[in-house]
């Protein structure tokens, strides 16, 4: 199976790069605004792809949502990857689109599976630009959404926040989906201890991993009182990495578009059958999403932690 990463690069978005890249085919990086401008968010990609000796693509995507401003998540500094310099990468994004290239890859024998770990703009786009290429994604595992409390409001997540015209249309989607939350994603992160061995560990990637997330905990802590340096990112890899470290639950889902309190919040059906059948959800119709509902935290950050230490 191909698979397409589509981020904000963004601290957490490059150790879900690094996570997937280990363990499986990318055939291209599609970037988003979201974590800073898509300008931003592109020249990480090449950037940190480069530091990590990474020969894969990068496919400069959406700058502005669907239909609302962009809002920013003030915890990944100016550039979106503060903490450590970044060099420069001597590539260009590819001239196709990351629409383009995301109708492309499905479009191809097998399709392709997508992990978003940024605003679902652009598969959106894509889906609305080109009807036929739903069939042609096999598989899809977001980062997004909260069956629990928000982060960027009391009740919405930030890249469902970011986008929730774009992620109501994917959730209305047949696309087979994985969906990962605030609510377990923002429990599972590196501690200061954890972020000391990866910075003294001598490894170049591992190195600049702990500076960034150095700076990233720090921002955490100040901005949403978590002393972690939460991989929200890195959990929406495991469905195709390592299954058997969350559990997945059958939910419909929908985002809601029109509330004073709660635009961007992700509502998961989550009653008894019977009151599903009695009182229908107005997103009755739809294919239930497999929401993460837990996750082996200390399993899943030693796996990560352990695909960084080592890098090459
Ligand atoms: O709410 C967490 C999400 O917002 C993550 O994808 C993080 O990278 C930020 O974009
Ligand atoms: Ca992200």
Request: with cysteine; hydrophobic share 40%.
């Amino acid at each position: 199976m191909r698979y397409i990463i589509d981020c904000d690069p963004g601290h957490d978005d490059a150790v879900a790069i690094l996570l997937a890249a280990r363990a499986l085919t990318i055939s291209g990086v599609t970037t988003v605004y979201g974590n800073a401008p898509v300008e931003l968010t592109t020249r990480n990609a090449l950037g940190f792809l480069d530091m990590a000796g990474l020969d894969i693509p990068v496919f400069r995507g959406s700058g502005t949502p669907l239909q609302r401003s962009r809002i920013d998540a003030n915890v990944h500094g100016r550039s979106g990857l503060d903490g450590a310099q970044l060099p420069a990468s001597s590539r260009q994004p590819e001239i196709t689109s990351a629409i383009d290239f995301i109708a492309e890859q499905a479009s191809l024998p097998g399709g392709v599976s997508i992990i978003a770990t940024g605003p679902l703009t652009n598969l959106a786009r894509a889906l609305s630009a080109y009807s036929h290429i739903e069939s042609g994604i096999a598989s899809l595992s977001v980062m997004g959404g909260s069956a629990g409390p928000g982060n960027t409001t009391p009740m919405a997540e930030f890249n469902a926040c970011s986008d929730p015209e774009a992620l109501d249309i994917v959730l209305a989607s047949a696309i087979p989906m994985y969906m990962v939350g605030y609510d377990i994603t923002s429990r599972t992160g590196f501690t200061e201890s954890q972020i000391d061995c990866l910075e003294t560990s001598g490894h170049r990637v591992a190195s600049f991993i702990g500076k960034v997330m150095r700076f990233y905990r720090a921002r955490q802590l100040a901005v949403t009182g978590l002393d972690i340096a939460p991989q929200h990112d890195a959990c929406a890899v495991l469905p195709y990495l390592q299954p058997s470290l969350a559990t997945y639950t059958d939910y419909r889902a929908a985002v809601e578009l029109a509330g004073s309190l709660t635009t961007g919040m992700v509502v998961f059906d989550r009653r008894p059958g019977e009151m599903q059948r009695s009182r229908p959800s107005p997103f009755a119709g739809r294919r239930p999403v497999k929401l993460c509902t837990a996750l082996k935290n200390s399993e899943v950050i030693n796996m990560i932690l352990s695909a960084i230490i080592d890098y090459p």
